[in-house]
């Protein structure tokens, strides 16, 4: 493999606390040290008037497969994640059949290996087939390689279970990763309940449907003294709750996607099926809080939450549609407009998707320092281009941000020393 300089960018390293103009050289699959060999015959990469940033981790995504590779597979999701600036995503376990067992871990590897084009690492089932009444066999998921357990999709409800979960994954080391979601309390509901639900005729989900489940998960970690990760939050009430218990010392954390930080409950006026997902968009109270919890640090990481569906799933009644959107490839730009708005800096948002999720899930990842795996990501900051979903990587079309003008994209991205991304200039 042939050596990279890369030249000139200014590089953002928040691990190591880095930011300056400099050189980043890439050999045997490695960051190197600063100066190259002598008789170094490196492929140079103009790197000036861009960022240069450790491989970006996206901790929650959904590649469908196993089970089904009709919404999209392990090749067209890593895919997907590599035009986006993503050199390592965490996969959901809610495949078919559920990864709650070795098999499916093994396979999901396995895959990943041959077809995936970025790092993939599979989480866990907390309970087997996501039911909510019988652990799944942690210890051994973890011998499997998974690098945290969640029931995503769907929320163990018996606190007990739950509390048995996190104890197992304290014995064994990993992380609990909680879609919080009160069975009972959301039962039915498509949309925020609130003024635009009443409005538009849809059934109401309360965002207490989601903070009880977060005011569970804090207690349960202040119990277990372990962690706990909070999913795709959207409530101003559960940032409050998270905000709390993280200055008490527990072990709690979250995670927000750029369509709760992007968007709210008024865009749902006209039944567009692709702005319905799990949990719902919510108000502009909601998503300043959500802004406020990103600035303060109560909230560490962004995940797309990158959920396929087939176009003729979602082209039905609002109602019966499923949750969840493509996320991908948009979540850069849409989060750089955060440091545009002055909710974050540069430096800040870097580390929401490197160095937070790679701690937080014990990833060898998310950090240029010399001898680390050589996964980077040159991002244009000032690129402006229209989404068209139609152009996308993915198999599947069920993005809400289809024909939005957009500024910043990743233009390389780099995996072990390999590009596996480049955006060709058109002009
Ligand atoms: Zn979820």
Redesign the pocket.
């Known amino acids: 493999m042939k050596p990279l300089r890369i030249k000139g960018g200014r590089v953002i390293d928040p691990a190591n606390r880095l930011d300056e103009v400099c050189d980043v050289l890439v050999r045997d699959g490695k960051i190197g040290a600063a100066s190259p060999a002598p008789g170094d015959e490196a492929e140079v990469i103009d790197a000036r008037g861009k960022i240069v940033v450790p491989g970006l981790i996206d901790m ?1 995504v959904h590649l469908r497969e196993p089970g089904r590779s009709d919404q999209e597979t392990i090749e067209t999701g890593t895919r997907c994640a590599a035009r986006g600036g993503f050199t390592s995503v965490v996969c ?1 376990p809610n495949t078919s059949p559920t990864a709650d067992n070795t098999s499916t871990i093994a396979f999901i590897k396995q895959r990943a290996a041959a077809a995936g084009c970025v790092n993939v690492f599979p989480t866990g089932a907390i309970t087997r087939g996501l039911k909510g009444e019988e652990l799944a066999p942690i210890g051994s998921l973890k011998r499997a390689g998974v690098v945290a357990i969640t029931d ?2 769907s929320c163990v409800q018996n606190n007990d279970l739950m509390r048995r979960a996190v104890e197992y994954a304290k014995m064994f080391e990993l992380p609990v990763l909680d ?1 919080c979601q009160d069975y009972n309390l959301t039962a039915g509901g498509v949309a925020h309940e609130g003024y635009w639900s009443a409005a538009l005729g849809l059934q109401g989900w309360p965002a207490a449907g989601e903070d009880v489940i977060v005011a569970r998960d804090v207690l349960l970690a202040e119990l277990t003294d372990w962690c706990i990760h909070c ?2 939050v959207s409530s101003a009430r559960a940032v409050g709750l998270i905000r709390e218990a993280t200055q008490r010392g527990v072990k709690i954390s979250a995670e927000v996607t750029p369509h709760h930080f992007t968007l709210t409950d008024e865009y749902l006026k006209n039944y567009d099926s692709n702005f319905k997902m ?1 949990p719902p968009l919510r108000t502009a109270r909601d998503r300043d809080a959500l802004l406020a919890g990103l600035a303060d640090g109560t909230i560490q990481c962004i995940a797309s ?1 990158h959920a396929p569906h087939c176009t003729h799933e979602k082209e039905v009644e609002f109602d019966i549609a499923p949750f969840g959107i493509i996320g991908l490839e948009t979540e850069l730009a849409l989060s750089l407009e955060l440091v545009r708005k002055k909710v974050l800096t540069l430096p800040q948002l870097v580390e929401k998707f490197t160095v937070n999720p790679a701690r937080l899930l014990r990833l060898d990842k998310g950090t240029l320092s010399p001898g680390a795996d050589a996964d980077i990501t040159i991002i244009d900051p000032d690129r402006q281009w229209t989404y068209d979903v139609g152009k996308s990587a993915s198999k599947s079309r069920n993005s809400p941000f289809h024909g939005w003008d957009l500024q910043g994209k990743a233009v390389m991205t780099i995996v072990d020393g390999k590009i596996v991304w480049r955006e060709e200039r058109a002009g």
């Open positions: 929650h959901m995503d999709g879609h999913q795709h799990n939450d």
